[in-house]
């Protein structure tokens, strides 16, 4: 029989970082007191009525371009009726058969041109999030095994955009890759802060297997708000796993909502899941339709940018996936791109610009890319402590390169060491002795004399050669 094959669509929350929430003037807060930031209109007092968000709307509008769906002419807002604490209306605003943005594509690479995939977006919408119900007592933080739960109206009614997958994921890392890399979208686009640990980005994912070769779907789960990009791919595995085994015993997979847990790496139902008939949708009667014109949605265009996959790919040819994809994720490639421009060597710029500023938690942007390359084409003629001290400042007001080079310039005039080796050789007769007796690991201790008497600014090829001829002869 066929080997079983993943489908995996994601469903993912953005929170738009609006000055306001979605449908009042409440400042939008994090960690702030609790139901600070709130008042009729997000607490759903009679007779308060919702006002959109302009920016809201046209931050939504560029999620969509960027992730190259179609702009709706015209878009709903409908209700979405479910009751819950956290949802003082007993419904939540939510665009629903006619969304803002539809049928888009998400360039995903691969290590190479044959692993590049093309993930359908099937909508982008808007809608606003709920408040948050914190549980206390409990175990977690989870409702199950809690005393008592409260509910911070901070949140609720802050702008988000949900984002659909077509069901075109085939692994766990492949969801996991395509997080990251909208995650990046959506920064770049300035719309969001999308962190997960603090909630501004939440995935869900729908999951479920098929033998390869078959063409229809099975039933799928869906996993609920895992809060990192290694419990994503975590959660997905296990519950690939779970159905697998299900079908292999002979038993049949059901429509549920899952929730994955990390520690444990157990995965529980938290209930059967709604059709979307549970919620009773219907127009919302207080807002009109979202119409944008041209001259917005033109205005939206020109804040997209190359996307983070062209990017990948172009990088990819020179320094290869990995290192392509790391500078990509973690916004770095930029100033990479202009450091090359200035004459660095590329595989030099992506370890430097990757690891070693990264390391030293250089920002980016605070870095002048023609000193960054001077630094670089000069790495080999210096010490690597003074190497990696001047890399740490490479981001501090009016670092110049030279003068890092020029006072760490490497000793490797041969007189000069000649001298210091033969006074360390006179003063140590023993190790001597022992070296040519045969004990040829002490080369490192010599070597290691000369370098503290330098204070580390010996070549150390050249001392290595000179320790070696002088112990020799
Ligand atoms: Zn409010």
């Known amino acids: 029989m066929n080997a079983w094959e993943p489908v995996i669509g994601l469903e993912i929350h953005v929170q738009l970082k609006t000055r306001t929430k979605m449908f009042c003037r409440c400042e939008l807060g994090w960690a702030e007191e609790e139901n600070t930031r709130t008042c009729p209109v997000c607490l759903a007092h009679p007779g308060a009525l919702p006002v959109p968000n302009r920016r809201a709307i046209e931050w939504t509008i560029r999620i969509g371009l960027a992730l190259g769906c179609t702009i709706a002419d015209r878009a709903i807002f409908a209700r979405k009726n479910y009751f819950y604490p956290d949802l003082p209306k007993g419904y939540q605003i939510s665009q629903f058969d006619l969304p803002s943005c539809v049928d888009g594509t998400f360039l995903l690479p691969g290590a190479d041109a044959d692993g590049d995939r093309e993930i ?19 175990a977690g933080g989870r409702i199950h095994g809690a005393e008592r739960s409260l509910v911070d109206f901070n949140r609720g009614g802050t702008p988000l955009v949900e984002i659909v997958t077509g069901p075109d994921i085939r ?14 979208t959506v920064v770049e686009l300035g719309v969001s802060d999308a962190e997960m640990e603090k909630g501004s980005l939440r995935c869900d994912a729908n999951v479920s297997v098929r033998r390869v070769g078959e063409t229809g779907f099975r ?74 014109d041209a001259a917005m949605v033109a205005a939206q265009r020109a804040e997209v940018g190359e996307s983070p996959g062209a990017r990948i790919v172009r990088l990819r040819e020179t320094i290869g996936f990995a290192a392509a994809s790391g500078l990509v ?55 690597r ?3 990696l001290a001047a890399l740490a400042r490479a981001g501090d007001p009016g670092f110049r390169a030279d003068d890092a080079i020029a006072g760490s310039a490497l000793v ?29 690991g002490l080369l490192g201790f010599f070597v290691g004399q000369v370098m503290k008497e330098t204070g580390g600014k010996a070549s150390p090829k050249v001392v290595n050669e000179l320790v070696r001829a002088r112990l020799a002869g």
Do not use: C, W
């Not at 692994?171 to 990046?184: C, K, P, T, W, Y």
């Not at 770095?332 to 202009?338: A, E, F, T």
């Not at 938690?361 to 670089?376: F, G, N, Q, S």
């Open 385 to 387: 402590e003074a190497l």
């Open 329 to 383: 994720t973690s916004g770095r490639d930029r100033l990479y791109d202009r450091v090359v421009a200035a004459g660095a060597d590329p595989r030099a710029a992506a370890n430097v610009v990757m690891n070693q500023l990264a390391q030293a938690d250089v920002a980016p942007d605070a870095v002048d890319p023609a000193e960054l390359a001077k630094l670089i084409e000069a790495r080999d003629r210096m010490p």
């Open 171 to 184: 692994s766990a890392d492949e969801a996991r890759r395509f997080l990251q890399l909208l995650r990046q």
């Open 219 to 292: 039933t799928k789960a869906e996993l609920k708000n895992m809060n990192s990009f290694k419990f994503v791919a975590d959660g997905i595995d296990a519950e690939i796993a779970r159905q697998i085994e299900i079908y292999e015993s002979g038993g049949e997979v059901r429509q549920e909502t899952l929730h994955y847990d990390p520690t444990s790496g157990r995965i529980t139902p938290l209930r059967s899941k709604e059709d979307s008939d549970d919620y009773r949708y219907f127009p919302e009667p207080d807002l009109v339709p979202v119409e944008p």
């Open 120 to 138: 359908a977006i099937v909508r982008a919408h808007l809608e606003e999030d709920a408040a948050k119900t914190v549980h206390v007592g409990g």
């Open 412 to 440: 490797d005039d041969s007189a000069a060491l000649a001298a210091i080796i033969d006074a360390i050789i006179a003063a140590n007769p023993g190790q001597v002795a022992a070296y040519r007796g045969g004990k040829e």
